[in-house]
């Protein structure tokens, strides 16, 4: 039989350019039933993925075959600060974020040769893309970056933080922006988005303007939230450390008043708590707030590793799992995370949560990760597309979806990109 990407020549079949991924098991994340046994995954030369079906019936459609023991999308890193990859150790934690960022602030004072800068980004992306990352979700206030993402050729959702906590600062602050966007100039795999940073950097106004400019260009919202617990002492009485620390920076605004509320309830009443919104940590997060988040289809990016590193708090992922809110991961920036490998984090949820629902985890690294930036075609391995397909080798023989998932997530031996 001839079979796509193959031609008869004198009765002997020749290959043309196609491959047969063969694997042990196929997990394809979005799918009712997500793990396939004996898969078979043809792709022609170009990575179009021609069809997927059992191994033995693909056989004999292609000449050329490899052979792996798990394969699954290409995992999403939502959340990173490459501002920071060439900080060796993570800034000094355990005392709160308010003292944490302090310390980061004070490291980044340093001045580098931007060559230099340039190089520690690539290097920190192409380890990322060695452990099967196909996507970084990129957060900064500028583009020193850029070069170094656009180099590499990893797929970024650039998340452009506009920083302003007094009200009357909000036009003027996304006026500059809007014109200095127009300067950068971005290439196809970098696709750019307004954020804040967090309650306790962005003015209501700018935070509605914000939400304002994304919805017209149809991108997410994202936002630091619920990260620690003083950004509620801020908003509800308009005290503790972030005013202090507001105060000493000649960011405070005098006139400014408590809400009464902490930052989720209150972002909800301004109605930005939406399906475009997406929160970053909640590790400080009730369950109350998190069933909240989920009742408007707003979405959650986890990074449990600097939850641990800065305040010792994990956020509620079981509440999550609960109330229906999805989430990918992150492993925000190397000031608080040493690791740039997104499977760390997800093993710290599996290690804190060992009976959350089998193949949770493995959505969040791939489709929910993926849907988080926005970017439908990764996060799963769809007929007629091209494949980010990841190679994983784990120690044992997991036989079924739950223990799949531990062994990619925890024992894994190998992993590897398919070119
Ligand atoms: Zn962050």
Redesign the pocket.
């Known amino acids: 039989m001839v079979g796509p990407g193959t031609r008869s020549k004198g009765g002997k079949k020749v290959s043309n350019g196609t491959t047969l991924h063969t694997a042990e098991f196929l997990i394809q994340p979005g799918e009712s039933n997500p793990l396939q046994a004996d898969a078979g995954l043809l792709c022609d030369s170009a990575g179009i993925i021609l069809a997927i079906g059992q191994a033995h019936e693909l056989r004999s459609k292609s000449d050329v075959t490899v052979h792996h023991q798990i394969l699954m999308p290409g995992v999403v890193n939502c959340?990173a600060?490459l501002t920071d990859a060439g900080i060796a150790k993570p800034v000094g934690g355990g005392e709160g974020l308010v003292r944490w960022v302090q310390g980061l602030l004070a490291s980044r004072g340093t001045a580098q040769p931007e060559e230099i800068f340039q190089q520690q980004v690539r290097a920190v992306l192409r380890q990322m893309m060695e452990r099967g990352t196909v996507a970084v979700g990129e957060?900064a206030n500028n583009f020193r970056t850029i070069p170094a993402i656009a180099e590499t050729g990893i797929r970024c959702r650039f998340m452009h933080e506009l920083l302003g906590f007094p009200e009357n600062r909000a036009h003027q602050v996304m006026l500059a922006t809007l014109t200095g966007q127009q300067r950068a100039e971005l290439p196809s795999t970098i696709f750019y988005t307004l954020a804040a940073h967090a309650p306790y950097s962005v003015s209501p106004p700018l935070m509605k303007l914000i939400q304002q400019k994304n919805a017209q260009q149809g991108t997410f919202t994202f936002q630091?939230l619920a990260e620690d617990p003083d950004e509620r002492l801020l908003y509800q009485e308009a005290a503790g450390p972030w005013r202090e620390f507001l105060e000493r920076i000649g960011g405070w605004e005098p006139t400014w008043e408590a809400f009464g509320v902490p930052p989720i309830e209150f972002y909800d009443r301004m109605g930005l708590i939406d399906g475009n919104f997406v929160g970053?940590h909640l590790a400080d997060a009730t369950e109350r707030e998190i069933a909240l988040m989920a009742s408007r289809g707003a979405r959650a990016i986890l990074?449990p590793a600097s939850n641990l590193h800065i305040t010792g708090k994990f956020p509620d992922v079981m509440a999550m799992v609960r109330h229906g809110l999805q989430f990918g991961f992150g492993t925000?920036?190397r000031g608080s995370n040493p690791s740039i490998d997104v499977f760390d984090e997800a093993a710290m949820v599996l290690e804190r949560f060992p009976n959350l629902p089998a193949g949770i985890l493995l959505k969040a690294l791939t489709i929910h990760g993926a849907e988080i930036l926005q970017f439908s075609d990764l996060g799963k391995l769809t007929v007629g597309q091209a494949s980010s397909l990841l190679s994983v080798a784990v120690n044992g023989s997991p036989n079924d979806l739950r223990g799949v998932e531990q062994a990619v997530v925890m024992d894994a031996v190998g992993r590897q990109l398919q070119a």
């Open positions: 959340h600060h957060v630091h970053v990074s925000d920036g």
